[in-house]
């Protein structure tokens, strides 16, 4: 077995790094052939931003927590390497990103078997977390817990099938107290009745409950001495330094107990670990929260047969059952300091809940525990199944979310549809603008055409809001409060152009003569403005516009003219900007991309002109080498944007941006009936749902909208109109194109065949 495991690693004082390398020797002891474990076990480390530790040599990858590319790195180390599964440690905290994000990236390309342990199963996830453990399950072969309620939350909240979940529960050191114990030889000890707490301090973990007990246990045993084992926890240091550790301090003394209370600031060996245990009288775990699903510490506790006292938290509810060991509320001090006198008044009682806490813990050994894992282990590599993968780019439109409108009409009133929103709640103040009403016409107006009826009850709105937007001149301001007050006096060209493709639309997808009649007005009306143009993606937006409108009057030379000079102003400007390498319309790749080649395939498919079909497909081919080199749709980001022989930034991805493309694609096909489109548009889709370079969904399942952006670690939760318009109309496109072409749907009888022709 080769085996490669990713978490912390000592010398890293962290829970996860004691747990991962106390694995790692459970696992290698189980083999009899001598071997060294480096030979079996590989580690790839995470290491905090001011890390430099100087790791041993089964650390073969450091990954910086918050460095994407390093992610990116190790699974390509690894999948060249000659590891027969992976497995991977699972904190929120120790991966960077919100929430630890980066970890998908990092997973989706991992091509070895997976076995993932979750440390922490959270009851209340945010959208995010859920997201996050959702993708590592599906990813995983098998899901390892160490409480038997994670089973539960993983199948009830995580949807994770119960058949990929394995119960193991923590080990715990396969050592046995010393029969001299040198702890209780230390003069400090001496005479003294030991109450111990260890592990990394941090105010989650409630010592001061049992600080505020010590009077009361000190009244009846004035002897007790409760004792504090461990280090602060290096996260505390580097915010608040020791301010914790010396308010406990401060509290024992105002208490008057400070001759009861002793810290020791280190971190232990296990073999240190296990006389402190052996020790004390009694362990005590305080914490103040019942959604606690793994303790290692009361593991070891439980292991090394300590009498132990909690309080009710979910890890201590199952270990200390059958009498293994005390309960006491929460944050009840007055409950603890009773039960601890009762038991240290009844010594036999002590000693039995010892004899059970040591009976139980034998199961929790290392070696056992490493045996259990090597038998899920075994499994997984001899039936590798390599996860269910982070949505592949199949063209397969069933693993579509069902189209919603429900968050469109959260986001409508009778004026038209607002701006923003803050997460999935409208944003009324931000007020509303042309560009989103003239993307949500469009969107019902496609939902409308693939029978979705409901959408129609909603297009009145937005056209009337276009009618109210546009002035005598026939340009349209772009903004209005709620209080339906314009903000500006002359709009951008961009929201006249996108003006102008939704009432092109109108006029070619009306449903009914009033619509048809309405548009025509409208977009007549702007044509005087379309010689004044000069930004390329106004001037693209209304092209397509015109193209749309030219297919139901094709009669119409005005407007056959205004295509021809627009077309003309995209191509010059293309031939001016063209270089070598350099295929593209201007200096700069900034916003909304894909507008400028799929405005020039609408304009080719009017006017069948050859060059400007050329240039529209060059640029396309020169777009889709800069955002379509990987397994996913990866758009310039809007963080500098990409400047020639400059650096292509990676974020902030936009949603318009991936709508753009989709649009652009689903064009390409239209004019060259090439299958290969079909799944471009659809593998473009997919960044919607998480085939994307952090991995993570954009659409929000729960909500029906879509996440304002994709940042360096996480995604914007705000939920804007533009961003959910760009989702649905994405996904209208998808559904529209393989409606036109059924032959080329995704088979899901044969893996090995992309379409059926």
């Known amino acids: 077995m080769k085996l490669t495991y990713i978490s912390t690693y000592p010398p890293r004082a962290c829970g996860l790094a004691t747990f991962n390398k106390s694995l790692i020797s459970a696992i290698n002891s189980n083999f009899s052939d001598g071997e060294d474990a480096t030979i079996h076990a590989s580690v790839v480390a995470l290491n ?38 992976c497995v991977l440690q699972h904190e929120f905290g120790i991966y960077g990103g919100d929430n630890g994000i980066y970890i998908l990236p990092f997973i989706n390309r991992l091509e070895k078997p997976l076995i993932s342990i979750f440390h922490t ?29 994670a089973i539960n939350l993983l199948n009830s909240i995580y949807d994770v099938p119960l058949d990929k979940i394995c119960y193991i529960e923590h080990g715990a050191p396969d050592l046995e107290p010393p029969t001299e ?17 260890f592990g990394l301090i941090n105010r989650n973990k409630g010592l001061e409950t049992v600080i505020r007990a010590l009077p009361a246990i000190v009244k009846d045993h004035p002897e007790v001495l409760y004792v504090i084992l461990g280090t602060t926890h290096p996260g505390i240091i580097k915010n608040s330094g020791e301010e914790y550790r010396e308010h406990l301090g401060q509290l024992a003394e105002d208490l008057g107990v400070s001759n009861n209370l002793v810290f020791i600031n280190r971190f232990v060996t296990e073999e240190d670990l296990i006389n402190y245990l052996s020790a004390a009288d009694i362990y005590i775990s305080p914490y103040l929260n019942e959604a606690q699903i793994t303790s290692g510490t009361l593991s070891y506790a439980i292991g090394a047969g300590a009498a132990v006292v909690s309080t009710p938290y979910w890890h201590a509810k199952e270990l200390l059952a059958d009498g293994r060991g005390r309960l006491f509320d929460f944050k009840d001090e007055r409950n603890l300091a009773a039960v601890v006198n009762d038991l240290l008044d009844n010594p036999e009682k002590l000693q039995e809940i010892r004899e059970n806490a040591y009976s139980y813990g034998l199961n929790l050994r290392w070696p056992v525990i490493g045996k259990n894992y090597i038998k899920v282990i075994s499994k997984v590599i001899n039936n590798p199944d390599v996860g269910e993968q982070i949505l592949r780019r199949l063209v397969d439109p069933e693993i579509m979310p069902e189209f919603s409108l429900d968050y469109v009409k959260h ?40 029978g979705y ?45 996108r003006a102008v493709w939704a009432l092109g639309y109108l006029v070619h997808h009306a449903p009914n003569n009033a619509f048809s009649k309405f548009g025509e007005e409208l977009i007549h009306k702007t044509q005087q403005n379309f010689r004044n143009l000069t930004h390329l993606r106004g001037i693209g937006n209304t092209l397509i516009g015109i193209s749309y409108y030219l297919k139901t009057q094709p009669c119409d030379h005005g407007m056959q003219n205004a295509l021809n000079y627009l077309t003309g102003k995209l191509t010059d400007a293309y031939e001016r900007s063209r270089g070598e390498t350099w295929h593209w319309f201007e200096n700069d790749l900034t916003y909304d991309n894909a507008i400028l080649p799929l405005a020039l395939l609408h304009s080719a498919e009017i006017t069948r002109d050859d060059k400007v079909s050329a240039i529209a497909f060059e640029s396309m081919t020169f777009l889709e080498s ?34 753009a493309m989709a649009l652009m694609y689903k064009q390409a096909h239209q004019v060259t009936r090439d299958p290969q489109y079909l799944k471009k548009l659809f593998s473009v889709y997919l960044w919607f749902l998480g085939e994307n370079s952090l991995c993570v969904p954009l659409y929000d399942e729960e909500t029906k909208g879509c996440c304002d952006g994709l940042h360096t670690d996480g995604i914007n939760l705000n939920q804007g109109a533009e961003s959910t318009l760009a989702y649905l109309i994405s996904h209208l496109a998808v559904l529209q194109a393989f409606k036109d072409n059924p032959d080329h749907v995704y088979d899901k009888t044969s893996v090995e065949a992309m379409f059926i022709k």
Not at 181 to 197: C, H, Y
Not at 626 to 645: A, F, L, Q, S
């Open 453 to 497: 009826d409901e959408a129609l009850k909603l297009t009145p709105c937005y056209m009337s809001f276009l009618l109210y937007m546009q002035n005598e001149g026939g340009y349209f301001r772009n903004f209005l409060n709620y209080k339906n007050e314009y903000l500006d006096k002359i709009g951008s060209e961009d929201a006249f152009g």
């Open 626 to 659: 800069i955002t379509m080199g990987g397994r996913y749709c990866n758009p310039v980001g809007n963080k500098g944007w990409y400047t020639r022989d400059g650096e292509i930034p990676s974020y902030d991805q936009q949603a318009i941006d991936v709508m």
């Open 411 to 450: 986001l409508t009133d009778s004026t038209g549809i607002i701006q923003h929103a803050k997460f999935g709640i409208p944003n009324w103040k931000e007020g509303y603008c042309v560009d989103d009403n003239a993307r949500a016409l469009i969107m019902t107006l496609m939902a409308h055409q693939l």
């Open 181 to 197: 114990n040198p702890v209780r030889s230390n003069a400090i000890f001496k005479g003294r009745t030991i109450l111990l707490t």
């Open 121 to 149: 199963v959270l009851e209340r996830p945010s959208h995010q977390q859920k997201v996050i453990l959702q993708k590592i399950a599906k990813r995983s072969d098998k899901i390892v817990v160490m409480g038997k309620i």
């Open 48 to 85: 905090s931003e001011t890390d430099d530790y100087i790791y041993p040599d089964e650390v073969k990858f450091v990954i910086r927590q918050n460095i994407v590319e390093d992610y990116l790195e190790a699974a390509n180390f690894i999948n060249l390497g000659d590891t027969d599964a």
